[in-house]
């Protein structure tokens, strides 16, 4: 399993916002600039992040993103999820995999299965706060 750049950014993304809220709006540019990502490439991911109700939008002046939880609430697997086509590390695990003809023999599936749900759990047990305290953060890659 690889996360891609729009995994990543997503992330980044929110760590920013959460960082920088004082309850207000922040405006993506400040967001872009700070993370030094193009807000041609935010703008691909924002609407996942807003249709998922992970952050809300307010044009005009004053206007920006901010999140629509406290930040203990975001679980990185959740947004992973959100953000990735497959989090499954093959093929047969993947949501509305059709049922494998092998399975029942296959050697390796249980292997799969297992990592698939160190992933989960692993991911799972991470959130945005986790991720915002300094001491933590190079246990991180994103």
Request: aromatic share 8%; net charge negative.
């Amino acid at each position: 399993m690889m996360i891609s750049t729009r995994g990543r950014y997503a992330l980044r993304v929110l760590i920013d916002i959460a960082e920088h809220t004082d309850g207000g709006f922040i405006p993506m540019k400040e967001v872009a600039a700070r993370q030094d990502i193009s807000l041609k490439y935010l703008e691909k991911i924002l609407p996942v992040l807003t249709k998922n109700n992970l952050i809300e939008g307010q044009q005009g002046k004053g206007g920006g993103y901010r999140l629509t939880k406290d930040p203990d609430e975001y679980r990185v697997y959740d947004i992973l999820l959100l953000t990735e086509e497959e989090l499954a590390p093959v093929a047969c695990l993947a949501e509305n995999a059709k049922p494998c003809e092998r399975a029942a023999g296959c050697r390796t599936l249980a292997m799969w299965e297992k990592f698939h749900k160190m992933t989960k759990d692993f991911f799972s047990g991470i959130t945005l706060s986790d991720l915002m305290r300094t001491d933590a953060g190079d246990m991180y890659v994103i």
